[in-house]
């Protein structure tokens, strides 16, 4: 009973998980978007990235100005840099990684 329930349970949060991920490519091939549409969603990867970024750059506490990481600052540049060039999520994501474990291996 218990790993029949696990079991559905597991599938059933891979079910939710999967479906709005996949769902929205499956609707695009069908669909023709607008050209304002299609041009706001070109933005969509740099607005996020830069969103992502720039909360893990301030410590906010309640009462007090917020706090700069500065190691993560250093490495928010080289990757902001990366993303407004290429516009690609991945390659981003690897040079930011890249960046911070360089920062903590050196400092």
Same mark, same amino acid.
């Given at each position: 009973?218990?790993?029949? =329930? +696990?079991?559905?349970? *597991?599938?059933? &949060?891979? #079910?939710?998980?999967? $479906?709005?991920? %996949?769902?929205?490519?499956? /609707?695009?091939?069908?669909?023709?978007?607008?050209?304002?549409?299609?041009?706001?969603?070109? =933005? +969509?990867?740099?607005? *996020?990235?830069? &969103?992502? #970024?720039?909360?893990? $750059?301030?410590? %906010?506490?309640?009462?007090? /100005?917020?706090?700069?990481?500065?190691?993560?600052?250093?490495?928010?540049?080289?990757?902001?840099?990366?993303?407004?060039?290429?516009?690609?999520?991945?390659?981003?994501?690897? $040079?930011?990684?890249?960046?911070?474990?360089? /920062?903590?291996?050196?400092?």
């Amino acid at each position: 009973m218990t790993n029949t =329930y +696990l079991l559905l349970a *597991i599938g059933l &949060a891979t #079910l939710v998980t999967w $479906v709005p991920r %996949v769902l929205p490519y499956a /609707l695009v091939r069908v669909v023709t978007l607008p050209e304002k549409l299609i041009k706001f969603f070109n =933005y +969509l990867p740099v607005s *996020i990235i830069f &969103a992502l #970024l720039l909360s893990s $750059v301030f410590t %906010v506490e309640v009462g007090s /100005l917020p706090q700069v990481k500065w190691a993560e600052l250093i490495a928010v540049l080289p990757t902001f840099a990366i993303m407004l060039r290429t516009k690609n999520v991945m390659v981003t994501v690897v $040079v930011g990684c890249i960046c911070m474990a360089v /920062l903590r291996l050196v400092f």
